[in-house]
């Protein structure tokens, strides 16, 4: 089986940097994804990290190592809009089977 | 249209009623997935439709029956459910190709009187 650990909540204050980390045990690792989902909205794809290294799109970044079995997501200069559930997902094997954490909760503050 | 659609929205039933949720894809992707997203717990892959076969079905119980009769349908039909499968339900579709991200949709509401 997989399991996927991630912090429950976290706060930050608005135009700071905050790092949301995520560990994993897996066999047949094929790629992690990161998903942001408001709250009552549908998940949305933020990044996908499947070699070591860090993936950069804007204010947000994601990092993967795969000998730790460990990611990370950085979210720069934060807004208010980013306070969300942020959702780390693995999948393993050939096919397209996600399995996901539990998501972190962040709130952005003034 | 654009992206995923769920209808509907939001569903109240009782354990006796039979109802269905569809969920619609409007990007040209041949896979298609259910989950189950309830308080406190990580998001749950239900079934998984590559090429309108099921080629996925997580122990999900009887209750639940997936249709899907083209690439851009899936359904959900529901019949004697318990109060416990009250839930946030996404439909979710992508590529095949184990490359690609999945679309989510907005989800469907459900609660079990």
């Known amino acids: 089986g997989q399991n996927i650990d991630q912090p429950t909540e976290m706060t930050a204050t608005e135009g700071a940097i905050v790092q949301i980390n995520c560990t994993y045990q897996?066999?047949?690792?094929?790629?992690l994804f990161w998903y942001q989902q408001h709250a009552g909205e549908a998940p949305t794809f933020l990044s996908y990290?499947?070699?070591?290294g860090l993936e950069e799109k804007g204010r947000f970044s994601s990092f993967l190592s795969r000998s730790k079995g460990y990611s990370y997501l950085l979210l720069k200069e934060l807004q208010m809009k980013d306070s969300a559930s942020y959702l780390c997902?693995?999948?393993?094997?050939?096919?397209?089977?996600?399995?996901f954490g539990t998501g972190t909760q962040l709130k952005v503050e003034l | 249209e654009t992206g995923v659609t769920q209808t509907p929205r939001h569903l109240v039933m009782g354990m006796t009623n039979k109802k269905s949720l569809k969920c619609e894809q409007h990007?040209?992707?041949?896979?298609m997935y259910w989950y189950k997203q309830s308080a406190k717990k990580p998001l749950e892959l239900m079934f998984v439709?590559?090429?309108?076969?099921?080629?996925e079905n997580n122990s999900v119980p009887s209750r639940f029956s997936p249709e899907c009769p083209n690439s851009s349908h899936l359904f959900l039909h529901l019949h004697t459910l318990q109060p416990e499968d009250s839930a946030l339900y996404l439909c979710?579709?992508?590529?095949?190709?184990?490359?690609?991200?999945?679309?989510f949709g907005p989800g469907t509401r459900l609660t079990v009187l």
């Open positions: 990290n499947v070699l070591d």
């Open positions: 997902a693995v999948r393993a094997g050939g096919g397209n089977k996600l399995t």
């Open positions: 897996t066999s047949g690792f094929n790629g």
């Open positions: 979710a579709s992508s590529h095949g190709s184990a490359l690609n991200e999945q679309f």
């Open positions: 990007l040209g992707h041949n896979a």
């Open positions: 439709y590559s090429l309108e076969e099921r080629v």
